[in-house]
């Protein structure tokens, strides 16, 4: 065999390589999905979910009324709603790079201990050290809404 035989046979094994990949490529295509997004428990859940991040979201909201009681020398009522808006569209640009390595599962978990945490933490940081040290803790309530608007982005 010359060496123009073998680049020929190379060649070939190449071609029939890339053949078959094609083919396992288009069968793979054609498998119809294994989950069914119509079933009613895949409903049910997708109900639950949207109640779920719309119950954090009606907390920061409601709360406004709350912190402009507990902090009358500021404004929450402009600075939490832009700080949650903010701390969504900065982290989303920084978690877009990661979102693929990172199970859903996981993602949604998270953002929903996020949610709980916020909501009970945001009150009692509140209620506990609004009066000893206002500046400190109004600082603190808008971190903590940054990190609420973060995890809007996490999704």
């Known amino acids: 065999?010359?060496?123009?035989?073998?680049?020929?046979?190379?060649?070939?094994?190449?071609?029939?390589?890339?053949?078959?990949?094609?083919?396992?490529?288009?069968?793979?295509?054609?498998?119809?999905?294994?989950?069914n997004l119509n079933s009613a428990i895949n409903q049910v859940?997708?109900?639950?979910?949207?109640?779920?991040?719309?119950?954090?979201?009606?907390?920061?909201?409601?709360?406004?009324?709350?912190?402009?009681?507990s902090f009358p020398d500021y404004k929450p009522n402009f600075a939490i709603p832009f700080i949650i808006s903010m701390g969504t569209v900065i982290f989303q640009v920084m978690f877009f790079t990661c979102w693929h390595k990172i199970n859903l599962h996981l993602r949604i978990t998270s953002v929903f201990v996020i949610?709980?945490?916020?909501?009970?933490?945001?009150?009692?940081?509140t209620v506990k050290f609004a009066s000893s040290n206002e500046t400190v803790c109004y600082w603190t309530?808008?971190?903590?809404?940054?990190?609420?608007?973060?995890?809007y982005a996490f999704l």
């Open 1 to 35: 065999m010359s060496p123009d035989d073998n680049d020929g046979a190379i060649y070939e094994l190449q071609i029939e390589s890339m053949l078959s990949s094609q083919q396992a490529e288009s069968e793979v295509l054609k498998r119809p999905p294994t989950h």
């Open 45 to 69: 859940s997708f109900v639950l979910f949207g109640c779920g991040m719309l119950i954090g979201q009606q907390a920061a909201y409601t709360s406004l009324d709350f912190f402009t009681v």
């Open 115 to 125: 949610h709980a945490i916020y909501c009970i933490v945001t009150v009692l940081v």
């Open 141 to 151: 309530i808008l971190l903590f809404n940054l990190i609420y608007g973060a995890s």
